[in-house]
């Protein structure tokens, strides 16, 4: 398996053949020193691969230059059992249309799997990978993608309507 920086750049060479797809972008990486100080040194690697990719409908991550803007969704939730706060968590874009973490302490990220309730008002915090590399790898553009978005067959068919993110990803064999 390709590791995080061999992939961005399948990932933007596949794209470039299709112009034609709009909800999907996988821009060059920020300058080092553009990341946000405080960012997490995994998110801060993944910037300066790509800076705020776009994975379809589903996923989409913070750039560098709007991160500051989108911790607000850390901040706790009053009559909430959330354990948000921004000395613990760090948002990094969105599972559409819930916002997406990183646990400060050990960078692993976290999501709400429940697609059914507002994020605000879950009951269901998970894990979703040890890390930022990892989720990558495996849940957004990797083996594990279709089942973690939870697309159904008529979204895998490109003659229909379809997840574009999902259809990148099988022409690199992902």
Known sequence: MPGLESLVGELRTALAARPDFYSVSVPDGCAP??????????????????????????LTFWSAADLPGNQYYTRPIEGSDLPLDPDAYFCCG????????????????????????????????????DSIEEFFLEKVAGPDYAVFVGLDESMKDPDGLYDEWYILLTSIGR
């Not at 990341?35 to 589903?58: E, F, K, N």
């Not at 999501?111 to 605000?120: H, I, L, S, T």
């Open 33 to 58: 020193d553009a990341v946000p100080p405080g960012t997490p040194a995994g998110y801060a690697r993944l910037l300066t691969l790509t800076d705020g990719p776009a994975c379809g409908t589903s």
């Open 94 to 129: 969105l599972f559409e249309p819930d916002p997406l973490f990183i646990r400060r302490s050990d960078e692993s990220v976290w999501y709400f799997p429940d697609r059914e309730v507002e994020w605000q008002n879950s009951g269901s915090f998970a894990k979703a990978a």
